[in-house]
C-alpha cells in the first residue's frame, strides 16, 4: 500500500524517531508510486499555503509549523514547536525516492 502520511510531533518528521507511525494524524492512499509521488507533490504545495513557515530536512522531507503553536512538554518541561511533516510510505515505512 502506498500513502502519503502526515505526522504531528514535536520533532521535525525527517528524525523518523522510532515509533514515529504513532504521531501519524492523516493518511491519503494511492495505487501505485507515481500517483503518491504526485499526491506528495500537491500536499507539499497546499501546506506552503497553510502554514507560515517551513524547513526542509534530512532526505528532503519538509516540516511545516505556525510559530504560534506550542505545547507543554512535561517530559522537557518547556514548550516546544509543534512541527507537520509529510512522509511518503510504503506498507507503513518510510519510502525513500
Given at each position: 500500500m502506498y500513502e502519503v502520511v502526515?505526522?504531528?510531533a514535536d520533532y521535525e518528521?525527517?528524525?523518523?524517531?522510532e515509533g514515529w507511525q504513532e504521531d501519524?494524524?492523516?493518511?491519503?492512499?494511492?495505487?501505485?508510486?507515481?500517483?503518491?509521488t504526485s499526491g506528495y507533490k500537491a500536499i507539499?504545495?497546499?501546506m506552503k499555503?497553510?502554514?507560515?513557515?517551513y524547513v526542509q530536512g534530512k532526505y528532503e522531507l519538509?516540516?511545516?509549523?505556525?510559530a504560534c503553536e506550542i505545547e507543554f512538554c512535561e517530559d522537557c518541561d518547556e514548550d516546544v514547536q509543534?512541527?507537520?511533516?509529510?512522509?511518503m510510505t510504503q506498507n507503513n515505512e518510510?519510502?525513500?525516492?
Amino acid at each position: 500500500m502506498y500513502e502519503v502520511v502526515i505526522v504531528k510531533a514535536d520533532y521535525e518528521g525527517w528524525w523518523l524517531f522510532e515509533g514515529w507511525q504513532e504521531d501519524i494524524i492523516n493518511r491519503h492512499q494511492y495505487n501505485d508510486i507515481a500517483a503518491m509521488t504526485s499526491g506528495y507533490k500537491a500536499i507539499i504545495d497546499q501546506m506552503k499555503s497553510d502554514y507560515n513557515s517551513y524547513v526542509q530536512g534530512k532526505y528532503e522531507l519538509y516540516a511545516f509549523f505556525n510559530a504560534c503553536e506550542i505545547e507543554f512538554c512535561e517530559d522537557c518541561d518547556e514548550d516546544v514547536q509543534i512541527y507537520y511533516t509529510p512522509i511518503m510510505t510504503q506498507n507503513n515505512e518510510f519510502y525513500k525516492k
